[in-house]
């Protein structure tokens, strides 16, 4: 009964809404709007000639848009295997353990709030051929220099970094989920006889199931979006263009190459991509949620 | 919540561990990830302390002597204070807008069954998806058009929308799981809704809030990029513009841009170590229900 | 409550903060047009222009731009300039054209000419020197004739009032050449030669970043090869068969070591301190660069040699005019405005600024005397301009941004082999319709 008159509801709702709407939903619309237009050049912006479908069509014959295609599916199975891999194996061993838990709790979210131009940053002075960290490391081995952003080796020391950061992230989330799992549980599972790897399998992991399902859709949307470390890191998809990320290459085609009408229509795409996969993802990795 | 509780569980699962073998492998492998975010960080302010053509030969010693020159370089070309008072600026008033905002409409969702609830919920979640970039260019021209170029608002007022969607989440989240009961006695005595949101809803939900202030905080005072759009006259830069301006006309003097690095993120870091343990309680709420 | 209370105040007030410094400079602006008609008494009105450039950062004019706006408000209390500058790259371009095209244009502008500038005249939004002289016959009359040819545009007129001129051309490093005993490269032989050297020297013999700005070795290549007359075209429907044949020797160039080995993910700033600092033997650059050498005594610069069958003549150099100060169409119709933007590049384009831009670098719009105290690289590069028998403006000037960024980032893959020359410069004309 208290919540029967829905008057108070504008007073709530109508702010958030008007601020949403203005800043978020509407460039957003006038975005989509754009992709259907031949624009070049940002000054043209109210003048672009009408294209219809073209710029779709004519992402489908862009080799780089392949590449950066790619390159983000490469990130999303990254993100999925190594982010929140390593995540729930961290978590799982700082939940075993009593001693300085608070400790890795604290220093493994340090990455997180680090900015992506400060992280890149500090990477650019890790690659560097001539004195970075990494080179610094192999010759005091006695090792040759390598050159860290390779054809070959480049988009993985470009997405090195990207996993890197978020691990904590995602390891704060898993843990609070563990220490939520009640105690008796476990202590159910002990009389039963189930203990150690068994343990985490049949118990741990099952119950929360529903918060690594949620690290993956954010790991997995997360890395469709990446855009500013990779471009700190290697401006213009650094080298020849291997590294681009959709992300990336939307920002090269709309400020540098000013077809702001195509790089509207890529950014769609990143959107559409985003639905379809994390709605994917919550069908994949449908199961019962356990209720405890 | 319940500190004492929580100890207690580990000590019940600890016994649960056995063996020695066992404690090691795993502390090793927590101390050797521990050491990618702790060590990097300290090369970096480690260095920042030397001359730059130490750094390029021996960038492992520690400073033991440690030479302010790339702080005094750094500190003589740019106005640093001012632009630490801009970044505190700008991100002090998003948090609050954004507190607010969400908090009052993370309240109506969960309190309120309308007809549009569903449809709003995933229009909150679904522009999570939208990249930043893609709204840009509009964005500019609202913000001209509002004669708010060069303005500490032209990137307070966009920041708070690309942050609420996340915040009404978290908020959510954790609203939801606070029981009906007692908002249902307050009404009993008398209480509007109004009373109920400020003197219930809001102190109960202090630690989803902090957590919704550090988000806020990290990624207002991290995002470089509508902020570099946005703000043009130089006394109006905040602390990221100006030091990635810095390090684009100095990028081999490696002393300046590990100085530039630490002058970044000190703040961030230091925020961060006083409020973290709210990092926690609010976020896992929101996340795992969202 | 007493919390949420504080929360409100303190709202309240940063919004009452913020009202009240934005006041400061619209509330100028807006007040100005409407007070009185401009020709009566402009000198006691306020007037605020707002000025962008690309004298910032490390532009070697950077400092006495500075100066010249100080001098300017000096001599003008009444005038106020709200002075944006910053280093010039494609995202400076891209911030300007930005503005222009949400109504926040500039009052004048210093911007380059050519391709980057078809835009804004296409939407009127910069005014021509021809309209301006109608009503301000002195209007840049200083200027040499020479220097005013290379702000034709496209549609005959000009709008853009030059101060400097650049040259583009090969720096070497000379105490390199001299300690490996090397000679410089007056010609393609030679420049093989030093390559070789300094390869086996383990100096990196040609300092460039082919991810960031590969731009100059693109334009010398092609002009290399196929000399003036095929460099100076735009091509629409074909490429000339030496632009390919120009290209293909970043491959000859890469695969002889001449590059240093991250060539491909390097950036552009790393690139030229490695030359500054003696790292790297030689560097294609412009003028611009001169500011910034440490070691002006042991620097100079030479035309890039004509490849063995190239068709251009040795002293043929890339460079022009290719900036200068536009009045926005938005100043000139404000009354209040008109005549402090035409002072301002009056003041700006005068004998006396432009000496003091050619100071650092490169050749002087006007007929000034020459800057005395020359360092041997700045002798080096006004000898360079004075023997040319052709001066040719940059490609980019003339390609469309997408095929010219096209080109920018195939580079890479054309030096390893990847790319053939000849696939890259047909996707080239597709986009340059």
């Not at chain 3, 491959?251 to 590059?259: E, N």
């Amino acid at each position: 009964m208290l919540y029967k008159d829905k008057r108070p509801l504008i007073f709530f709702l109508v702010p958030a809404l008007i601020v949403l709407g203005t800043f978020l939903y509407y460039p957003f619309v006038k975005n989509i709007i754009n992709s259907f237009y031949e624009i070049n050049g940002l000054a043209a912006l109210d003048g672009g000639k009408f294209a219809g479908l073209q710029n779709y069509k004519n992402m489908i014959n862009d080799p780089f848009i392949r590449l950066a295609l790619k390159n983000n599916l490469l990130m999303m199975g990254f993100s999925v295997v190594f982010q929140v891999g390593i995540a729930l194996i961290l978590a799982l061993m700082v939940d075993s353990i009593s001693r300085g838990a608070q400790f890795f709790r604290t220093v493994y979210f340090f990455p997180v709030v680090i900015s992506a131009t400060a992280i890149g940053l500090m990477f650019n002075l890790f690659y560097a051929y001539n004195g970075g960290l990494f080179n610094q490391i192999l010759t005091r081995l006695g090792f040759d220099p390598v050159l860290w952003l390779s054809d070959k080796l480049g988009i993985y020391m470009v997405s090195l970094p990207v996993i890197w950061q978020y691990v904590g992230f995602y390891f704060v989330i898993i843990l609070t989920g563990l220490n939520g799992i009640p105690e008796e549980i476990f202590e159910y599972a002990v009389l039963d006889g189930v203990t150690g790897i068994k343990k985490i399998w049949y118990i741990s992991l099952p119950l929360i199931w529903d918060v690594i399902k949620v690290c993956m859709t954010l790991a997995i949307t997360g890395a469709l979006k990446v855009f500013d470390l990779p471009w700190v890191l290697a401006p213009n998809g650094a080298p020849k263009g291997l590294t681009h990320f959709l992300g990336t290459y939307m920002y090269f085609k709309t400020f540098i190459s000013q077809s702001a009408g195509y790089g509207a229509a890529i950014s769609v795409f990143i959107v559409i991509l985003g639905l379809i996969v994390s709605f994917t993802v919550n069908k994949l990795f449908k199961r019962d949620t356990i209720v405890y | 919540m319940d500190n004492t509780a929580i100890s207690f569980e580990k000590q019940v699962r600890r016994t649960k561990i056995t063996g020695i073998a066992a404690k090691i492998c795993i502390y090793i492998v927590l101390i050797l990830w521990s050491l990618t975010t702790v060590y990097t960080l300290f090369w970096v302010v480690n260095n920042s302390f030397k001359d730059k053509t130490v750094i390029l030969t021996d960038s492992f010693s520690l400073a033991l002597q440690p030479v302010l020159d790339n702080y005094i370089n750094a500190f003589g070309r740019l106005n640093i204070g001012r632009a630490y008072l801009n970044s505190f600026i700008i991100s002090g008033t998003t948090i609050i807008f954004v507190m607010v905002l969400a908090g009052l409409a993370a309240y109506a969702m969960t309190r309120y069954k309308f007809r549009l609830r569903n449809t709003l919920y995933l229009l909150f979640a679904g522009s999570l998806l939208f990249p930043a970039f893609s709204t840009i260019v509009p964005i500019f021209k609202m913000v001209y058009d509002m004669n708010l170029v060069s303005h500490p608002l032209g990137v307070i007022i966009p920041q708070t929308a690309g942050n609420l969607s996340f915040a009404i989440i978290v908020l959510m989240g954790f609203m939801s799981n606070l029981p009906l009961e007692l908002e249902e006695a307050a009404f009993m005595e008398g209480c509007n809704v109004f009373n109920i949101f400020f003197k219930i809803i809001l102190p109960i939900s202090r630690p989803a809030f902090a957590t919704v202030a550090i988000f806020t905080f990290i990624w207002s005072y991290n995002d470089l990029f509508l902020q570099m759009v946005i703000l043009r006259r130089r006394e109006t830069y905040p602390i990221c513009t100006l030091l990635n301006e810095i390090t684009s006309q100095f990028g081999t003097d490696f002393g300046l841009m590990a100085a530039a690095v630490t002058i970044v993120i000190l703040p961030v870091l230091l925020v961060y170590l006083f409020l973290q343990k709210n990092i926690v309680k609010g976020l896992t709420a929101g996340a795992v229900k969202g | 409550m007493k919390r949420i209370l504080a929360v409100l105040i303190l709202l309240a007030m940063t919004i009452t903060m913020f009202a009240a410094c934005s006041k400061a400079t619209p509330a100028d602006d807006t007040k100005s047009p409407d007070s009185s008609a401009p020709s009566e008494s402009p000198a006691n009105e306020k007037v605020v222009l707002r000025t962008v450039s690309m004298f910032g950062g490390t532009d070697p004019s950077a400092a006495d731009y500075q100066q010249l706006i100080k001098d300017f408000t000096n001599a003008n209390p009444h005038i106020t300039i709200n002075d944006e500058s910053a280093t010039s790259d494609e995202t400076w371009k891209a911030r300007v054209t930005t503005d222009f095209s949400s109504g926040n244009d500039p009052d004048v502008v210093f911007f380059f000419t050519g391709a980057d500038a078809k835009q804004l005249i296409d939407a009127n939004k910069v005014v021509s020197l021809e309209e301006i002289r109608k009503e301000y016959p002195d209007y840049a009359k200083n200027i040499s004739e020479a220097a005013m040819g290379f702000m034709q545009e496209f549609d005959g007129k000009h709008y853009a009032v030059p101060v400097r001129g650049f040259y583009e051309g090969l720096f070497c490093n000379t105490d390199l050449f001299e300690k490996y005993n090397v000679e410089l490269p007056t010609d393609w032989e030679k420049f093989e030669t030093a390559i070789k050297k300094f390869k086996e020297a383990g100096i990196v013999p040609i300092a460039v970043s082919f991810s960031d700005v590969p731009h100059y070795w693109i334009e010398h290549l092609i002009l290399a090869e196929g000399g003036y007359e095929d460099h100076k075209l735009n091509p629409k429907d074909t490429y000339p068969e030496s632009w390919a044949k120009g290209l293909s020797y970043f491959k000859t160039l890469k695969d002889m070591g001449a590059f240093p080995v991250d060539v491909n993910a390097i950036k552009n700033d790393i690139i030229t301190n490695m030359f500054y600092d003696k790292q790297a033997a030689m560097i294609l650059d412009g003028s611009w660069i001169v500011g910034g050498i440490k070691d002006p005594q042991t620097t100079t610069v030479l035309p890039v040699p004509p490849t063995p069958n190239g068709k251009k003549d040795p002293t043929d150099i890339i460079g022009g005019f290719s900036a200068g100060f536009y009045i926005s169409r938005k100043a000139w119709d404000d009354p209040a405005k008109r005549d402090a933007a035409v002072k301002f590049v009056q003041h700006m384009t005068s004998n006396e600024a432009i000496s003091m831009f050619a100071k650092v670098a490169g050749a002087p719009a006007a007929d000034v005397p020459a800057p005395g105290g020359l360092t041997p690289v700045m002798e080096a590069g006004i000898k360079l301009g004075g023997q040319a028998k052709h001066i040719d403006m940059p490609i980019d000037s003339r390609l469309n941004k997408e095929a010219w960024t096209y080109l920018v980032s195939m580079i890479g893959s054309i030096a390893d082999g990847q790319a053939t020359p000849e696939n890259v410069l047909t996707e080239v004309i597709n986009k340059n319709k």
